[in-house]
C-alpha cells in the first residue's frame, strides 16, 4: 500500500519534471529565436554603417584630391601671373628708355633743323653777295677807264686800277671759298638729320612694338586674374593665401638678410668707428670732418632714427589702406597702400641700400631697401623696378614705378617700415 502510494507519487513528481522540462525547453527556444530576431537587425545595421562609413572617406579623399588639383592650379596661376608682370615690368622699362631716347633725339632734331635754316640763310647772303661782285666786274670790265688801262694811257692810274681789280678778285674768290665750305656744313648736318631721322624712325617702331607686347601682356594678366578669382573663393581660402604670402615675405627678407649679413656687419662696424672719431674730437675741441663717401657710409647705416615725420613721402597719392586696419579676418593691413598714377616714380624715403628687387606673390614686384640698424623700408605693387639688388639709393631717389602687380585691381605702392624685422606704422617718419 505504501509502497503503491510511493510508486503514484513518484509518477506524479516524474510527470511534473518532465512537464517543467519541456516547459523550460520551449522557452529557451523561443529565447533564443526572439534574441536572434533582435540580433540580425543590429548587424544588418552595422554593415550600412560601414558603408556609409566608406563612402563618406571616399568623399573626403575626393574632395581632398579636388583641393589639391585646385591648389597646384592657383600655383600655376600665380607663376603665369609673375611672368606676365615681369613682362610688363620689362615692357615698361623699355618703353621709359625708348621715350627719353626719343626726346634726346627730338632735341637733336631740332637743333640741326635749326643749323640747317642758319646755314641755308648764311648760303643766300653769300650768293647773293657773290652775285653782287660779279655784276660789279662785269660792268667795271666794259668801262672807258678799263679800256685806257689796255691801250697803256697813264700807267700810275693803271697801275691803281689794277690794284682795285686785284682786291676784288681777291675778295671775290674769299666769298666763294666761303660759300663752298657754307655748302660743305650744309650737306653734313643734312646728313646728319637723316641719320637722326632714320634713328627716330627705329625708335618709335621699337615704342610701337614694346607698347603691343606691354597691351598684350597686360591682356594676359587680366584674363590670369579672372581665373584666379574664380579659383579663390572661399574667405578661408584667402586667408590662407595672406598668411602663406605674409610667411615667404618673411622668409625672402631673411634670406635676403643672410647673404648681405657679411658686408652689412662689417659696413656697421666701419660706420660706427667714425661716429667715435667725431665724438673723440668734439670732446677735444676740434672737428672731424668725413669724406663724401665716409658720410653716404653713415647715412645708411645710421637706421630710420625716430620717428619724427623727417622721411619724405615715396610717392604722391591718396591713402586707401592705413597701417593696423582689417584686411581678411583677424588679419590687418602691416603697412599702407597709396594710390597713384601707374608709371609714377617711387622713391626711396632715405639713404640706403637696396635688399630685395624680386617678384614676392601677393605683394607683386618688391623693392627693400636696408637703413641700417635693422630698420628698412619696402615697396611692393610696383611696375618695374629701377634699382637692382646692392645698389646704394639715396632719399628721394627713383627706384622703381607704380603698378599693379601682385594681382592688384588698380595701380598703387604698397608701402612698410620694419624695425628688428617687424612691421610697424610708417605713417610716423612720413608726417603729414
Known amino acids: 500500500m505504501i509502497w503503491g502510494s510511493m510508486v503514484q507519487v513518484y509518477n506524479c513528481h516524474n510527470a511534473l519534471f518532465t512537464s517543467a522540462l ?18 540580425y537587425p543590429q548587424a544588418a545595421h552595422a554593415e550600412d554603417n560601414k558603408q556609409q562609413l566608406n563612402t563618406i572617406l571616399q568623399d573626403i579623399a575626393e574632395k581632398e584630391k579636388n583641393v589639391q588639383q585646385q591648389q597646384q592650379k592657383r600655383d600655376s596661376l600665380q607663376e603665369q601671373l ?71 694811257e697813264d700807267s ?73 578669382d574664380v579659383s579663390i573663393q572661399a574667405d578661408r581660402q584667402k586667408l590662407a593665401e595672406l598668411k602663406k604670402n605674409e610667411s615667404r615675405l618673411r622668409d625672402q627678407i631673411a634670406k635676403a638678410e643672410r647673404e648681405a649679413k657679411a658686408r652689412a656687419e662689417r659696413e656697421q662696424k666701419e660706420a660706427e668707428k ?43 597719392g591718396q591713402v586707401s589702406h592705413r597701417f593696423g586696419e582689417a584686411l581678411q579676418g583677424e588679419l590687418r593691413w602691416k ?24 617678384w614676392l606673390q601677393g605683394y607683386g614686384l618688391v623693392v627693400v631697401i636696408e637703413h641700417g640698424k635693422s630698420d628698412m623700408s619696402l615697396y611692393g605693387y610696383n ?26 585691381g588698380e595701380p598703387s605702392l604698397y608701402f612698410e617700415i620694419r624695425r628688428q624685422g617687424q612691421a610697424v606704422n610708417p605713417q610716423p617718419w612720413l608726417g603729414k
Open 274 to 316: 667714425l661716429r667715435q672719431k667725431q665724438q673723440q674730437a668734439v670732446k677735444k675741441g676740434s672737428s672731424y670732418k668725413p669724406t663724401e663717401e665716409e658720410r653716404a657710409l653713415m647715412s645708411r647705416t645710421g637706421g630710420l632714427g625716430r620717428p619724427a615725420g623727417q622721411a619724405i613721402w615715396p610717392v604722391k
Open 22 to 39: 519541456h516547459f523550460g525547453f520551449s522557452v529557451i527556444c523561443a529565447s533564443a529565436l526572439y534574441a536572434g530576431a533582435l540580433l
Open 82 to 152: 609673375r611672368e606676365q608682370e615681369k613682362s610688363i615690368a620689362q615692357s615698361s622699362l623699355t618703353l621709359r628708355s625708348t621715350q627719353s631716347d626719343l626726346t634726346a633725339i627730338g632735341g637733336e632734331i631740332g637743333s640741326l633743323t635749326s643749323n640747317i635754316k642758319k646755314l641755308q640763310k648764311q648760303q643766300n647772303i653769300q650768293q647773293d653777295y657773290l652775285a653782287k661782285q660779279l655784276d660789279a666786274a662785269f660792268r667795271l670790265g666794259k668801262s672807258s677807264e678799263f679800256q685806257l688801262i689796255l691801250e697803256g
Open 383 to 408: 611696375q618695374s623696378a629701377i634699382v637692382s639688388v646692392g645698389a646704394q639709393v639715396k632719399a628721394g631717389q627713383p627706384i622703381a614705378l607704380v603698378g599693379t602687380s601682385g594681382g592688384q
Open 156 to 228: 700810275h692810274r693803271s697801275e691803281r686800277i689794277l690794284a682795285y681789280y686785284g682786291y676784288l678778285n681777291e675778295s671775290r674768290q674769299n666769298a666763294i671759298n666761303e660759300l663752298k665750305e657754307t655748302q660743305t656744313d650744309l650737306a653734313l648736318e643734312k646728313n646728319k638729320l637723316q641719320q637722326k631721322q632714320s634713328q627716330q624712325k627705329t625708335l618709335l617702331d621699337q615704342q610701337k612694338l614694346a607698347q603691343e607686347k606691354l597691351e598684350s601682356a597686360r591682356q594676359a594678366r587680366k584674363q590670369t586674374l579672372g581665373e584666379l
Open 335 to 358: 603697412g599702407m597702400v597709396i594710390n597713384a598714377p601707374e608709371g609714377s616714380e617711387v622713391r626711396a624715403i632715405a639713404d640706403g641700400r637696396v635688399l630685395l628687387a624680386d
